[in-house]
């Protein structure tokens, strides 16, 4: 059995630091190896993890990336993806891909289609994140998710409905009226400079008093 372990684009595998998420593939893949499977990683170009194949679309991790703006990053998970859906295009031995990428992979993966390979779509996060996608995802028979914990999957993941927000449970708090101030017409206005003079301010600021104000016209 081949199974291709798609690990993204941020972090090398094993981490070197921080990285949930690598080093739970990191302790999987000796595992399977061990029983006889054969691992193809998709991961980043300095990862030391010993495999028998691998695919990297950027030399090094990502990570630092997500500091910018989104406009300025959004492609990076995307090329990385392109660049899985490109393997699985061009090879016709992999048995399984087992997809570790948040939302993104899921749903180019489940795009692929019926004559690509199955999928697993490990979950490592809180699934009320992404009630839009979660909650209305259909895979079918080829496309299975499925999680790291069972507290995990009990978490209701429901598609915000119309006394929903977009995130979490509970009712929506009521929009604010929308108010449109209008000036006062009772209440004075201050006079304005005729043409050609101008106004000032001078003076010395007393410490126990308020500040004394003085127009001079010239």
């Known amino acids: ?102 939302a993104a992979g899921l749903a180019m993966l489940a795009a692929l289609g019926a004559d690509a390979p199955p999928v697993l779509h490990t979950l490592h996060w809180d699934l009320a994140k992404h009630p839009e996608l979660y909650g209305t995802f259909d895979g079918g028979a080829r496309v299975r998710v499925n999680g790291v914990s069972a507290a995990q999957l009990a978490r209701p993941c429901r598609r915000p409905g119309p006394d929903q927000p977009g995130q979490g449970t509970g009712p929506r708090r009521p929009p604010r009226p929308r108010v449109r101030v209008r000036p006062d017409p009772c ?20 410490r126990d008093a308020e500040p004394r104000r003085a127009l001079l016209a010239r």
């Open 187 to 206: 209440r004075p206005r201050r006079p304005v400079p005729s043409p050609g003079r101008s106004c000032g301010r001078t003076g010395r600021p007393r």
């Open 1 to 102: 059995m081949k199974v291709l372990i798609n690990a993204g684009p941020w972090l090398p595998v094993p981490p070197r630091g921080y990285g949930g998420i690598e080093n739970v593939i990191a302790t999987l893949v000796p595992e399977l190896r061990r029983l006889g499977v054969e691992v193809v990683l998709a991961t980043v170009g300095d990862s030391e993890l010993e495999v028998d194949g691998g695919l990297a679309v950027f030399d090094s991790g990502q990570f630092a990336a997500l500091q910018r703006p989104y406009n300025q990053v959004c492609g990076v998970v995307q090329a990385h993806l392109h660049g899985v859906v490109r393997e699985l295009r061009r090879r016709d031995d992999i048995d399984l891909v087992h997809d570790h990428v948040e």
